[in-house]
């Protein structure tokens, strides 16, 4: 089948499909799938895979232990396996806890869709799988297009960032399906960042007869907290914010503990590691005398930043975009995303290719409807396109 034919049939094929893909977004939309749900993030997987499997897709599960197992599809394309891979990338996990697809589940009306993590990112997800099956019925992509769906982004991706980045080694093109921006713009570059759990631990006493004697932990974080928000530099690009605070026992008791989390934003051009040895010598900084903090927990996403690679494919991502009539540009944002473990490793990325949505992480959160088949067919127009190079 000549291109133009493929062209043609695959953008039909989509918009056939509408309906198809709305089911789809409702029934995995109405599954808890929070970072630390496991158990809800597999439900999600599950989901995927069977309709993936019903469509003559072949699928590869990845076991992990701790978070939820990643799920690899693969459409071959008709210059073989060693054709470069384009890579469709997702992520099935949400910030909202167990029991809130119960109290407010999927809705659709006036043409927005509602729901936790409809937008960020099930929608995206339901887009990516569509695609792959419009070239699974249709041909005629030569490159292999593989679909990736991981289970922890929404946590830095402690357990699925390795098998991102093997995806993304030799990939020709990267597409994330993060919710298209607001304004219906892509993203091209975003911040890198650094999310830290860390504790702090004091001497216990009584707090009124003994307080001379205890050492507080609440009184260390307070200082740590003051220190690490002073590392804000608008200038730079550097953002600092302890979201979480936690600790003590009781109110006449000396805290002997308390926890906070912190999340670190920053631009490629800021020194990561330099600004990471900052952050821990204010956490093990022992002031008050007798208190001490470390760190427990970590994670890291790495910044994505433009190449001339990933200006090409935006360039053609914006031609495809205009041939199914809608117009988009490239912008900045301080979010971060696996799309920076991709671009890391060379592949050329673009990020929020997903249908468009807005006040994600919030009970707001929503999705265009009208935007998932237009973003389906310019992903796969673009997937076209690069097919000629």
């Known amino acids: 089948m000549k291109q133009a034919a493929v062209r043609d049939a695959v953008l039909a094929w989509l918009s056939a499909h ?59 394309g008709s210059a073989g396996p060693d054709c470069p891979q384009v890579l469709l990338l997702g992520h099935m996990d949400t910030v909202f806890p167990s029991g809130t697809a119960a109290q407010r589940p999927y809705r659709a009306e006036g043409g927005i869709a509602y729901g936790p993590g409809v937008a960020d990112m099930k929608a995206g997800l339901v887009m990516n799988t569509f695609v792959a099956q419009a070239f699974k019925e249709i041909g005629g992509n030569k490159a292999p297009i593989h679909v990736f769906y991981t289970g922890d982004e929404e946590i830095a991706s402690p357990s699925s960032q390795e098998l ?25 570059a975003r911040k890198g960042g650094i999310f830290i759990d ?10 009124g007869a003994n307080h001379d004697k ?41 805290a ?21 040895r900052r952050i821990r010598n204010i956490i093990e900084e022992q002031v008050p005398a007798l208190t001490c903090g470390r760190i427990i927990k970590e994670g890291r996403f790495l910044p994505l930043f433009e ?20 117009s988009v540009t490239g912008e900045f944002t301080g979010g971060c ?30 999705c265009r409807i009208d935007t ?18």
């Open 337 to 366: 995303a696996d799309s920076g473990f991709t671009a890391s490793v060379g592949a050329p990325t673009l990020c929020a290719t997903g249908p468009v949505g807005g006040d994600v992480h919030t009970p707001k959160e929503y």
């Open 372 to 389: 998932l088949v237009p973003r389906a067919q310019a992903a796969a127009l673009t997937i076209l396109t690069r097919d000629k190079r």
């Open 198 to 207: 860390f504790e702090v631990e004091g001497v216990a006493a009584h707090a």
């Open 164 to 188: 991102t980045l093997k995806m993304a080694e030799g990939a020709a093109t990267v597409l994330n399906a993060e919710p298209g921006r607001p304004s219906g713009n892509v993203v091209v």
């Open 18 to 76: 509408e309906k198809d893909m709305l089911r789809l977004l409702e029934q995995v939309v109405n599954i808890d799938s929070q970072s630390s749900d496991k158990e809800g993030v597999d439900k999600v997987g599950a989901v995927f895979r069977a309709y993936l499997e019903r469509a003559g897709i072949a699928t590869e599960l990845f076991p992990l232990k701790n978070n939820g197992d990643c799920l690899l599809a693969k459409v071959p």
């Open 214 to 254: 205890g050492a507080s932990a609440i009184e260390a974080l307070a200082r740590k907290i003051i220190e690490l928000h002073a590392l804000t530099d608008r200038a730079s690009g550097v953002t600092t914010n302890v979201g979480t605070i936690r600790g003590g026992v009781t109110v006449n008791m000396v």
């Open 307 to 326: 190449t001339d690679a990933s200006r090409k494919l935006l360039a053609d991502y914006t031609q495809a975009a205009k041939e199914v009539g809608f």
């Open 256 to 276: 002997p503990h308390a926890m906070a989390q912190l999340d670190v934003r920053f631009p490629i051009e800021v020194d990561q590691d330099q600004l990471y």
